[in-house]
């Protein structure tokens, strides 16, 4: 089954392909958090939605290598770091590892590898020398590094490959150190910055003095040390598009001559009222707020996955307290077929997965594939109402639905979620159980209890919940 995404590169649904000559290997870049402060949950949104990308592609049977980078260095984390005369590794190190919490309770993969920008320092450097060699980065009298759009588009690249940018009327000439500027003001962009009394103790020694890299060549280093000079995917929220990753594709393709990334997908933004949900407008939640107001992980990964990723949502309260109750009716009626199973085995329901495949397939058209799932509940429910759903049926929709809780992560209700270890202990109960064996029946439940886990009986089996 063919799968189709919206390639910015080309600003139209593309059937994707690896550049593996197999077929099987994809390497996927998403640029990750800036860790100067905890991620809320509008950077959630674009996080979560590249897991879902790259379960997607899992799913499709792909092999993915999955790189996500940390930036540890850049401007806002210097201005912090000066601010509360800390060190550097304290003060990232404390939001790495909220970072890595929170992706945990949003339930998404762990990227394969989470390379940090202040350890990707040499190859920085040499890129930033592949530049200055080929004459499209230059050093200003202050000693910071450029890159030189006018030398980079006089080597005959295109410089507006992810967005049109009119030079006549925007290009100022001058250089911008910032990080961060608006595509009215394109200009040669810091790749290393000389080091200022402002930096303290941020400072690496380099071939070009003392200093600290931008925040675009971190990217590009980065990745392509990596996943090579040219991989299939990279992803980020749309605010990346300019000057972001257009920056990224002027480094990397000006330094190595070759087509950087052949695919490149970003997330609309979440809003809060119609305005971006951002730090600077003070509109925000981290996932730690929505936590202490009793919603989980997978609620708020329910809602963010509600809405097509190219499309921008309000977030509301009462639209997380919509996605409780809607994850509350799935969990209800995969409760009712385990018990119902019984732990029977089947091959998955093919109409049903290969359905939800499909509208997935379709640039992730994500309300398609839940209205696939909520269709198969309502059906489900209404069977089991009627008492019309075999036990093999009940076997077939649980396996389907594992295959699809695998691309949508939301997990399963808290008596399912044991860990694997405890299964073989729960079959044995059972068991114990069907062989009036009541002494080794209450044994393993005294054991689970000890293990945080409460077992409940019913005529219809036994069920694990959380204590
Ligand atoms: P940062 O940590 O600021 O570098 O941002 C991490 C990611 O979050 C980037 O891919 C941004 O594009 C994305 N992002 C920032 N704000 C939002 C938002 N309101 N909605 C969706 N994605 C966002
Ligand atoms: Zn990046």
């Not at 509350?328 to 495949?357: H, M, N, W, Y």
Request: aromatic share 10%; glycine share 8%; hydrophobic share 40%.
């Amino acid at each position: 089954m063919a799968l189709n995404l919206f390639n910015t590169l080309s600003r139209s649904v593309q059937t994707f392909a690896p550049l593996d000559p197999h077929g099987l290997k994809v390497g996927m870049y998403c640029c990750g958090p800036t860790v100067y402060d905890y991620a809320h949950i509008g950077n959630w949104r674009t996080f979560v939605f590249a897991d879902l990308v790259r379960r997607l592609l899992e799913f499709n049977g792909y092999q993915v290598t999955h790189v996500m980078n940390i930036t540890d260095v850049e401007d806002k984390i210097i201005k912090r770091v000066r601010e509360q005369a800390t060190t550097l590794p304290l003060f990232t190190g404390q939001y790495e590892t909220a970072f890595l919490d929170d992706l945990r309770a949003l339930g998404c993969r762990e990227p394969h590898q989470k390379p940090r920008a202040t350890e990707h320092i040499p190859q920085i450097i040499a890129l930033i020398e592949k530049l200055l060699a080929r004459g499209i980065a230059y050093q200003a009298p202050d000693g910071s590094v450029y890159f030189s759009i006018d030398k980079y588009r006089g080597c005959g690249y295109l410089y507006g490959q992810l967005l049109k940018l009119n030079f006549d009327e925007m290009r100022a000439g001058e250089r911008v150190k910032s990080d961060e500027y608006a595509k009215e003001s394109i200009a040669d962009f810091a790749l290393w910055k000389t080091r200022v009394p402002e930096d303290g103790s941020v400072y690496w020694p380099s071939p070009f003095g003392d200093g600290r890299p931008g925040w675009h060549i971190e990217c590009s280093a980065m990745s392509t040390s990596i996943l090579g000079d040219t991989f299939d995917l990279h992803l980020g929220g749309e605010d990346l598009v300019f000057p972001h990753h257009e920056d990224e594709i002027a480094q990397s393709e000006g330094a190595t001559g070759k087509p950087f990334v052949k695919f490149w997908l970003h997330g609309a933004h979440l809003l809060v009222e119609g305005k971006k949900m951002s730090k600077s407008l003070g509109n925000y939640f981290t996932l730690r707020d929505l936590q202490a107001k009793g919603y989980t992980g997978r609620e708020v990964r329910y809602l963010l996955l509600s809405a097509h990723y190219r499309e921008t949502f309000n977030f509301t309260l009462e639209g997380l307290a919509g996605a409780k109750s809607a994850l509350a009716r799935i969990d209800e009626c995969v409760a009712k077929l385990r018990e119902l199973a019984a732990g029977t085995v089947a091959s998955p329901d093919a109409e049903l997965v290969t359905a939800f495949q499909a509208a997935l397939n379709e640039d992730l058209n994500i309300s398609a594939a839940w209205g696939t799932v909520f269709e198969w509940v309502r059906r489900t429910n209404r069977a089991l109402a009627e008492n019309s759903l075999l036990v093999a049926e009940a076997a077939s929709a649980l396996a389907a639905w594992e295959k699809i809780n695998a691309v949508l992560g939301i997990g399963l209700a808290a008596e399912a979620e044991a860990p694997p270890e405890l299964t073989a202990l729960i079959i044995e109960r059972q068991n114990a159980r069907k062989n009036k064996d009541f002494k080794r029946s209450d044994e393993i439940r005294d054991q689970l209890k000890a293990q945080g886990w409460v077992i409940e009986d019913s005529p219809k089996g036994q069920r694990l919940k959380k204590l």
